[in-house]
């Protein structure tokens, strides 16, 4: 019995949120970080269809996640974005395996929502640089033209 409670402290404590999903897409089981990611009780995730937690610009990749798991039994590496009880995305990597003890499918959800805007703002400087790069040779080109510098 001990090791059952150890089990279940683990799972719903766990630095990683988790999410148990029946066959028809519908939660069934969350673990705190989970609640916390999403700022909603598990009372409230419980039965709600796990495509409608995910961003709208994201549901094709959720799909293709869902699609990949019924073939394979497993989807690992997707990012997507959830939406958060704000209205705000939380931006996760999921990694999901069917449980045949549980009938059911168990989804590891890490937030990588700092990586996420990182990268975006990584990818800004780097395209940032390259417009100013552009516009530094196109003056060059114009100020040789307008003062006849060959």
């Not at 961003?55 to 989807?75: C, I, N, S, Y």
């Not at 390259?130 to 196109?138: E, F, I, M, N």
Request: with cysteine; glycine share 6%; hydrophobic share 45%.
């Amino acid at each position: 019995m001990a090791t059952m409670s150890l089990a279940a402290e683990l799972y719903d404590l766990a630095p990683v949120g988790y999410v148990i999903v029946d066959d028809s897409g519908q939660v069934v089981g969350v673990n705190q970080l989970t609640s916390r990611l999403l700022d909603m009780t598990s009372d409230e995730l419980v039965g709600l269809p796990l495509v409608d937690l995910v961003a709208p610009h994201d549901r094709w990749k959720f799909e293709d996640l869902w699609d990949r798991m019924q073939r394979v039994g497993d989807g690992a590496g997707i990012e997507f974005d959830l939406v958060h009880s704000t209205g705000e995305f939380v931006t996760v990597a999921c990694h999901a395996r069917r449980s045949m003890q549980l009938d059911a499918w168990l989804g590891a959800l890490i937030d990588v929502t700092d990586l996420h805007h990182a990268r975006r703002e990584a990818h800004d400087r780097e395209q940032l640089a390259q417009w100013r790069d552009v516009a530094d040779r196109l003056h060059d080109s114009i100020r040789q033209r307008v003062f006849g510098i060959a």
